[in-house]
């Protein structure tokens, strides 16, 4: 289950919010539960990459998350053709999210998309995995 931390503007709480999927989160207004001010900041761990070309292969999914809301999408987009050429193990996700960037798509819609689809993957795997 996905969740976020924010900043309420108003109460001045940290507060965390649940969503039942990340096609949830994205169409949810989110909502102080001290004070119901809708005047929250989200906070996003920002995560210090000095050679971003180095280490995509070993960031953990919240960290690249983290680098591709911070950027512009066709720069990281770039980013991730330049790295992806040197990468042997890129599969098709991984040109599909680089070719989604280049177009100007927002990150936060793709990783939306992504999830969606992995949490779908993970149901199906356990369906069949109970049908053995
Ligand atoms: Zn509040």
């Known amino acids: 289950m996905p969740s976020y ?3 309420c ?3 001045g709480r940290a ?3 649940y969503y039942k999927s990340y096609r949830a989160y994205d169409e949810a207004t989110h909502t102080c539960p001290h004070c119901q001010s809708i005047d ?3 906070l996003i761990s920002r995560v210090a990459i000095n050679k971003p070309s180095r280490n995509y292969g070993g960031m953990s999914s919240q960290e690249m998350l983290s680098v591709l809301e911070g950027g512009d999408s066709r720069e990281v987009g770039q980013l991730f053709q330049d790295v992806g050429a ?3 193990s890129s599969d098709g996700e991984y040109h599909e999210v680089t070719n989604r960037l280049l177009q ?3 990150p936060a819609s793709i990783d939306a998309d992504l999830r969606d689809r ?3 993957q993970v149901s199906k795997d356990r369906k069949s995995a109970a049908s053995d």
Do not use: A, I
């Open 15 to 17: 507060v965390t919010l």
């Open 104 to 106: 100007g798509e927002k």
């Open 40 to 42: 929250l900041t989200r």
């Open 9 to 11: 503007n108003t109460c």
């Open 118 to 120: 992995s949490e779908q």
């Open 86 to 88: 040197g990468v042997p």
């Open 5 to 7: 931390d924010y900043q």
